[in-house]
């Protein structure tokens, strides 16, 4: 049996063990949740404390050019890129995921107008698939959901994009981005990865794979906030040929030229709509010095230990206690997640919140767990398990059961 | 002559001369661009820091609902609905103004499927034009775009829909909502009004109009800080006919079942999209505070008073200087700023910049002043004036020039 010492020896060894302290969490809290909404990164505050009292207060209308407003979702986007194996100039920080995703769909169909099919994944989270049906729509385009399993088979000579999620929201269980790439190339056709379970948490390889273009949001592992703005990846070599929809004035070449007809920047900046949500831009640029220093692959190998220690004290603890596995259990098809169903999901997460393991619910039965590696320890895994053994042993979520079924994003 | 004592009068008369107090304003600054960037409410920083270190870093996930932070989006909306003549319900607060307008407009031109033009003006702020563009394209439809004195004899029975601005953003004049309103509905046609130059600085009548569809956004006269999400407004027998094109989760009937098929929310969280900009709502709803208690007919009128004063002092001071009124003279043709056509007026504005007299540039040749009437005072104008003649008697716009062309938002 894996004991308590034996995960805080891990915590002590942990080469990423000096990050927790970049962030600001309750002390008395184990955090399973920061693939909902990151934890906040310490260094926020001030940051936004300056922004609010001498660029807004202070520098007024200024601080457009003065303190570099007008250029932070470019700057942001290169940080980001970073994280998600993409070139400067190759990211830009706007909107939100949908937003944006709808943006490189419908860019995306232009691009391959003799092609009349968008395929999606039926087990995608929904909002990737509502925006798919309505670019279908829009367009004239099929869109055709498939399961998870028949992605690989169903990308055809039909098929103008492909629209994936990296690692699903449920399961955590991961595609292999560089096979579907090149499966989706070979058949001409173009691809989009939404990247909101993966950027932050893993190293990603976009260009590495060849992706034609990727979204992603920033309040998840990339700790920017409460509905931080998303961000928005299209290959270099695509920039110039790039029509997206939302074609709002910060896409122009000359926004403060004011003309007439539209006419959209050379670069990434073509992906801008309106004027930059700038006080989320700033807390999400702040919150990504987190990641300073921090090697990716040690990132992700401390992401699948501290999931194979999930799964590992799952199956000592809880075996006959009505969970099961919902992630894989295998990590190389993993994201940084262990989902585990259980048929009263809802009530036993809430009386794990009770005792200050915040985990998340997903209808109808998921208990999901995220690892945020800049702040999660191995020690936190034990402490989990233990309480989820305890509560599930004693019933204790029938007796602690929330009964207002309230809904947190 | 008009005197700064008498200035000084009006001010001390001012009924709205403790509003001012609710902002935190550098003293040595005239500020006169908060239609391009309002100032900031002073109670913005401490309700931001509790957002940040109680909600966010203590909270967590759970401040989704015991921070209140859900509903926000709609309860901000309904405190910009009484700016705005609307009803409970009938205002959320998403997105950009550009996404917004995308949403409405494809939207409208769906509600009437059997027309084909979207009536729009040449003059108007350019990412309504660029956005009704993209829309015409992506719905089939013809995008007229006529010159402003054009509108009224434009709209036929071809006309699905009417795209406008109610105050022009650079020579600050104001449709009458209520006639161009009601010539659209006696064609047939449905109507947007974008309210980004007037929302917060006069009484804007949505019902009393029976407007269709309205924008705005959070940033100018609301006061909500740099890129503060924007609202849309959807007339409440709309709603239930309403299909809006960017179907993200948020404006799902039941978000948070996670079900496969897009169903929309009954009411106006239809229009949501992604996750809300959490920080940029907060900051919002809590400058909005600046307006209680304030009667916006006083607002009005005091708007209509600095505006007149400006151009009686204008033409006192500035004639022969170069200056010429590019603003109504007609204060009830007028919105909430004036504006000043010189043909240096770049450096003009600059070397007014330099002398801590902010107003705003609009190419190719406009100098403009907005009036915020909760913080601008009459000594002001007085002041703008008086350096404004002293800059241009003595040239020193030519001396003080900024060579660099930077751009402000």
Redesign the interface.
């Known amino acids: 049996m894996i004991t308590r010492e034996q995960c805080a020896a891990l915590d002590a060894a942990d080469p990423l063990a000096h990050c927790r302290a970049r962030f ?3 002390a008395d ?1 184990i ?1 399973l ?1 920061g693939n ?2 990151g ?2 990164p310490a260094n ?2 001030a940051r ?2 300056t922004a ?2 001498d660029e ?3 520098g ?6 003065d303190a570099d ?2 250029p932070a979702p470019q700057r942001t986007g290169n940080k980001i890129a970073k994280l998600i194996g993409a070139g400067p100039g190759e990211v830009i920080v706007a ?5 944006n995703l ?1 943006k490189v769909l ?1 860019a995306a169909t232009r691009m391959r107008a003799e092609r009349r099919v968008i395929l999606a994944e ?1 087990t995608n ?3 990737d ?3 798919a ?2 670019v279908a ?3 004239g385009c099929e869109l055709r ?1 498939v399961d998870p399993e028949e992605v690989m088979s169903s990308i055809d000579d039909s098929v103008a994009v492909v629209s994936l999620t990296h690692v699903n929201y ?1 399961s955590g269980k991961r595609y292999d981005m560089e096979a579907v790439t090149r499966k989706a190339h070979e058949a001409g056709a173009l691809i989009v990865w939404d990247l909101c379970h993966s950027a932050g948490a893993m190293p990603v390889h976009l260009n590495g794979c060849e992706a034609d273009f990727a979204v992603g ?1 920033g ?1 998840k592992y990339l700790n920017g ?6 961000y928005v990846f299209v290959a270099k070599r695509h920039l110039a040929d790039l029509n997206q ?5 910060h896409g ?1 070449a000359k ?6 007809d ?1 006419a959209p920047h050379a670069g990434i900046d073509r992906m801008l ?9 700033i ?1 999400l640029e702040a919150a990504l010095e987190a990641f300073e220093g921090v090697d990716l692959e040690v990132l992700r190998a401390k992401s699948v230990a501290l999931g194979n220690l999930m799964i590992e004290l799952a199956d000592q603890h809880l075996a006959g206690l009505g969970c099961t596995l919902a992630s894989p259990r295998d990590a190389g098809q993993r994201g940084s997640q262990v989902s585990l169903a259980h048929a009263e999901g809802y009530a036993v997460m809430q009386a794990l ?1 009770a005792r200050k393991v ?1 985990g ?1 619910f ?2 109808p039965d998921i208990l999901r767990f995220g690892f945020a590696p800049l702040y999660v320890r191995y020690a936190d895994i034990w402490d989990t398990v233990s309480a989820l053994k305890d509560i599930l042993e004693t019933c204790a979520w029938d007796n602690e059961a929330f009964h207002a079924r ?4």
Chains 1, 2 share one sequence.
């Not at 007024?60 to 050019?65: A, G, K, P």
């Not at 909107?95 to 937003?99: A, I």
């Not at 709509?273 to 831009?281: D, I, M, R, W």
């Open positions: 600001n969490l309750p809290t955090y949740d909902s909404l934890a906040m926020v505050p936004m404390k609010l009292e807004w207060a202070h007024l209308i200024r601080s457009w050019n407003w007008y909107d939100s995921t949908s937003v709808f419908v039926r989270f929904p909002t698939v509502y925006i049906s309505s729509q829009m367009t959901c449920k949001c309040y906030g409460p509905g931080a703005p998303a929809p939302l074609t709002g004035w122009h926004p403060f030229e004011f003309t007439h539209y709509t309106g004027t930059a949500p700038q006080l989320g831009v807390a919140i915040i998340d997903r209808a309230k809904s947190v994003t």
